[in-house]
């Protein structure tokens, strides 16, 4: 993607973010009390003044991105590797069942199976020693939160450690 | 009674093993505890106190002191490893710090990261004890309307952390102001963007938005081409610093722990802001600027600089006034406490023993510093040494873990996954993540001050320009936004 074209989707983006904001975001889930003496000192006032700012700044990119380079960016990461926007995917799920897992399985073993995984997920070389980390390294950090430092570590339902 | 009276009632109380032998340990603690990401200075301090109980006043004060000052410089160590802060005061260190380790020059980044931490610790620990009472009592005569107009001026920062294009940086400092406003509003208690959610009441959770950030990306781009790092040096490399890269970044140095002096003076502002004002003046001043945010070793040193002067700045208000200047050291007044003991201005006639006492402790505190820190940094080499594709996912577990650890809560992790998406989102569209951090800090302090501000003067903007302090501020503030905008003309012209 040429410099030109990030700063034109930038502005662009901006643009429909300011106006998102002005027009959905805030009057919907910003709450401001009707009795308000000053508008300076509305609970709204901060979010649509930096919803104007986000306007401006997106109109800027867009008057910028004309002076750009339209000739492709050699360090822009492209996304033509198929195998790589799956193992984004796979990264996103692991992350997201880690959230499911967490309070269920407790934060050992999620972290156990977290570490594998992402280990796998890598292409990692030296497999064997990925799996001797992804059992000691969270045992040790479970031993430093839980035991040293004092922190309630979730235990989840099932394998309890002392 | 006279100052070689006062030094020798300090010397009696602090000249024992067990008063040097807590410094030593605390700094050793504190160095390990901000070398870990997600376990912070603060939280190493805070988990230090309780041991402080059973002993003397100031053998229990030295020991979180040495932990304090310890976890502000163990916090660069893996800002410049793996590109995640220890602490958030060594965020601006990953700007250069990283690059040097990717170019094989770890040691000589941490190198000159422990030179400029203990030379600016000495210059901090030297104002606390010349200018305590004088910057206190200035600090003091700061209100909302300072407040205002200083953090203004700090935001002003962005403009030299924003990389290759200014809109850029600004879009994401409007992006982190954003994200500042989540929350109950401070003077209605009405919701702004939580969605009901009580986990969002209280904002994000800014260890959870850091690390999110800055260290989650990392894993994300792992992930896209796990390859990419082939190649790459990444060890801690045979360099390390010389007195000449010392010599040439000693002005930034200097600059850096005046800066941390005065803005640690100023209860509420803490070291990251400090660090990355410093970095900005480094940057702005330095012949190398083109080099700032690709690996350059000044860039270390005024971060380093910046966050380390503030360590014992902010003893200046809490030991003359009684005023904590960050949460640290709201911590360590209530090791006072314990032990009955009340800082403020009585504290210098009815303590002066221990006043002298923690200042020697202090100066002393330099010197161990540059020894563990030494040990530290050829402690922490095997880090540079793991494989990445095996580091990456253990990086992981500490952070799910560190960020968790910080409020027990399980929402915060799912914050820092989703932050990481957004910083990964930023990588790719090159859109630089400091100012967004900066913003993220700030945004709260400038909007609470400026409406306590508005409340004060019953919205009459004229306050805001009140006296002296906002005069010199605002003046500042526009020098420095005239000069952004005379190097914006000069470079399409170039």
């Given at each position: 993607?040429?410099?030109?074209?990030?700063?034109?989707?930038?502005?662009?983006?901006?643009?429909?973010?300011?106006?998102?904001?002005?027009?959905?975001?805030?009057?919907?889930?910003?709450?401001?009390?009707?009795?308000?003496?000053?508008?300076?000192?509305?609970?709204?006032?901060?979010?649509?003044?930096?919803?104007?700012?986000?306007?401006?700044?997106?109109?800027?990119?867009?008057?910028?991105?004309?002076?750009?380079?339209?000739?492709?960016?050699?360090?822009?990461?492209?996304?033509?590797?198929?195998?790589?926007?799956?193992?984004?995917?796979?990264?996103?799920?692991?992350?997201?069942?880690?959230?499911?897992?967490?309070?269920?399985?407790?934060?050992?073993?999620?972290?156990?199976?977290?570490?594998?995984?992402?280990?796998?997920?890598?292409?990692?070389?030296?497999?064997?020693?990925?799996?001797?980390?992804?059992?000691?390294?969270?045992?040790?950090?479970?031993?430093?939160?839980?035991?040293?430092?004092?922190?309630?570590?979730?235990?989840?339902?099932?394998?309890?450690?002392? | 009674?006279?100052?070689?009276?006062?030094?020798?009632?300090?010397?009696?109380?602090?000249?024992?093993?067990?008063?040097?032998?807590?410094?030593?340990?605390?700094?050793?603690?504190?160095?390990?505890?901000?070398?870990?990401?997600?376990?912070?200075?603060?939280?190493?301090?805070?988990?230090?106190?309780?041991?402080?109980?059973?002993?003397?006043?100031?053998?229990?004060?030295?020991?979180?002191?040495?932990?304090?000052?310890?976890?502000?410089?163990?916090?660069?160590?893996?800002?410049?490893?793996?590109?995640?802060?220890?602490?958030?005061?060594?965020s601006a260190t990953i700007l250069d710090g990283h690059p040097m380790a990717e170019k094989g020059e770890a040691g000589r980044a941490l190198g000159m990261a422990l030179w400029a931490s203990c030379t600016a610790d000495v210059v901090s620990n030297l104002a606390l004890i010349l200018f305590a009472g004088w910057l206190a009592s200035f600090a003091l005569s700061f209100g909302p309307p300072e407040f205002f107009a200083l953090i203004l001026f700090s935001l002003t920062i962005i403009a030299g952390v924003s990389g290759e294009s200014l809109l850029r940086g600004a879009l994401s400092a409007i992006l982190g102001l954003l994200l500042a406003t989540i929350g109950l509003d401070l003077v209605y208690g009405t919701n702004r963007f939580t969605f009901g959610d009580p986990n969002m009441m209280g904002g994000l959770n800014f260890i959870a938005v850091l690390i999110g950030l800055f260290a989650i990306p990392e894993i994300i781009a792992m992930a896209w081409n796990p390859t990419a790092h082939l190649g790459k040096a990444r060890s801690l490399g045979h360099t390390k610093v010389s007195f000449a890269d010392y010599r040439r970044s000693f002005r930034s140095i200097i600059r850096g722990s005046l800066i941390g002096?005065?803005?640690?003076?100023?209860?509420?502002?803490?070291?990251?802001?400090?660090?990355?004002?410093?970095?900005?003046?480094?940057?702005?001043?330095?012949?190398?600027?083109?080099?700032?945010?690709?690996?350059?070793?000044?860039?270390?040193?005024?971060?380093?600089?910046?966050?380390?002067?503030?360590?014992?700045?902010?003893?200046?208000?809490?030991?003359?006034?009684?005023?904590?200047?960050?949460?640290?050291?709201?911590?360590?007044?209530?090791?006072?406490?314990?032990?009955?003991?009340?800082?403020?201005?009585?504290?210098?006639?009815?303590?002066?023993?221990?006043?002298?006492?923690?200042?020697?402790?202090?100066?002393?505190?330099?010197?161990?510093?540059?020894?563990?820190?030494?040990?530290?940094?050829?402690?922490?080499?095997?880090?540079?040494?793991?494989?990445?594709?095996?580091?990456?996912?253990?990086?992981?577990?500490?952070?799910?873990?560190?960020?968790?650890?910080?409020?027990?809560?399980?929402?915060?992790?799912?914050?820092?996954?989703?932050?990481?998406?957004?910083?990964?989102?930023?990588?790719?569209?090159?859109?630089?993540?400091?100012?967004?951090?900066?913003?993220?800090?700030?945004?709260?302090?400038?909007?609470?001050?400026?409406?306590?501000?508005?409340?004060?003067?019953?919205?009459?903007?004229?306050?805001?320009?009140?006296?002296?302090?906002?005069?010199?501020?605002?003046?500042?503030?526009?020098?420095?936004?005239?000069?952004?905008?005379?190097?914006?003309?000069?470079?399409?012209?170039?």
């Amino acid at each position: 993607m040429s410099p030109k074209a990030i700063q034109f989707r930038l502005g662009l983006g901006a643009c429909c973010v300011a106006l998102l904001l002005a027009l959905v975001g805030i009057p919907g889930w910003v709450s401001s009390p009707s009795n308000v003496s000053n508008i300076v000192l509305s609970p709204t006032f901060w979010p649509y003044t930096l919803a104007l700012m986000t306007g401006f700044v997106g109109i800027g990119l867009l008057l910028a991105s004309r002076h750009e380079s339209p000739d492709p960016d050699p360090t822009h990461i492209e996304g033509t590797d198929p195998k790589a926007w799956l193992r984004l995917a796979a990264l996103a799920v692991i992350m997201m069942l880690t959230m499911f897992a967490l309070p269920r399985l407790g934060m050992v073993w999620t972290a156990m199976i977290v570490f594998a995984v992402t280990a796998f997920l890598f292409r990692t070389r030296h497999p064997i020693t990925a799996l001797v980390c992804a059992v000691l390294v969270p045992l040790a950090l479970y031993a430093f939160f839980a035991h040293v430092a004092g922190v309630a570590i979730p235990q989840g339902n099932f394998v309890r450690l002392p | 009674m006279s100052l070689a009276d006062s030094l020798m009632a300090g010397l009696s109380v602090v000249a024992s093993f067990e008063a040097f032998f807590a410094l030593f340990a605390g700094i050793c603690i504190g160095v390990v505890g901000g070398a870990i990401p997600g376990l912070s200075a603060t939280m190493a301090v805070a988990l230090t106190l309780p041991f402080t109980f059973t002993l003397q006043p100031i053998t229990g004060i030295l020991l979180l002191l040495g932990v304090y000052k310890g976890g502000i410089f163990g916090g660069s160590i893996p800002a410049i490893l793996i590109k995640t802060p220890g602490t958030p005061a060594s965020s601006a260190t990953i700007l250069d710090g990283h690059p040097m380790a990717e170019k094989g020059e770890a040691g000589r980044a941490l190198g000159m990261a422990l030179w400029a931490s203990c030379t600016a610790d000495v210059v901090s620990n030297l104002a606390l004890i010349l200018f305590a009472g004088w910057l206190a009592s200035f600090a003091l005569s700061f209100g909302p309307p300072e407040f205002f107009a200083l953090i203004l001026f700090s935001l002003t920062i962005i403009a030299g952390v924003s990389g290759e294009s200014l809109l850029r940086g600004a879009l994401s400092a409007i992006l982190g102001l954003l994200l500042a406003t989540i929350g109950l509003d401070l003077v209605y208690g009405t919701n702004r963007f939580t969605f009901g959610d009580p986990n969002m009441m209280g904002g994000l959770n800014f260890i959870a938005v850091l690390i999110g950030l800055f260290a989650i990306p990392e894993i994300i781009a792992m992930a896209w081409n796990p390859t990419a790092h082939l190649g790459k040096a990444r060890s801690l490399g045979h360099t390390k610093v010389s007195f000449a890269d010392y010599r040439r970044s000693f002005r930034s140095i200097i600059r850096g722990s005046l800066i941390g002096v005065f803005l640690g003076s100023i209860p509420g502002i803490g070291a990251a802001p400090s660090a990355f004002l410093s970095y900005s003046e480094a940057r702005r001043k330095s012949p190398n600027r083109e080099n700032f945010g690709k690996g350059e070793i000044e860039g270390v040193a005024a971060s380093e600089a910046g966050n380390n002067g503030v360590a014992g700045a902010t003893l200046i208000p809490l030991l003359a006034l009684g005023v904590p200047g960050d949460v640290i050291t709201a911590i360590i007044i209530g090791a006072f406490m314990i032990h009955g003991l009340q800082p403020g201005p009585m504290m210098f006639i009815l303590n002066v023993d221990i006043i002298y006492g923690l200042f020697i402790g202090l100066i002393v505190s330099s010197v161990f510093l540059f020894i563990v820190g030494s040990v530290a940094i050829k402690g922490f080499r095997f880090v540079s040494d793991v494989p990445k594709r095996i580091l990456m996912p253990a990086v992981l577990v500490l952070c799910i873990y560190g960020v968790f650890a910080v409020n027990n809560n399980i929402f915060d992790v799912g914050v820092m996954f989703a932050m990481g998406w957004v910083g990964y989102l930023m990588m790719r569209m090159h859109i630089p993540a400091a100012p967004f951090l900066i913003a993220f800090i700030l945004g709260p302090l400038l909007e609470d001050n400026f409406r306590q501000s508005m409340l004060m003067s019953g919205s009459d903007p004229s306050i805001l320009l009140r006296g002296p302090i906002t005069w010199f501020f605002w003046a500042v503030t526009i020098i420095t936004i005239v000069a952004i905008a005379r190097n914006i003309r000069k470079i399409p012209r170039a």
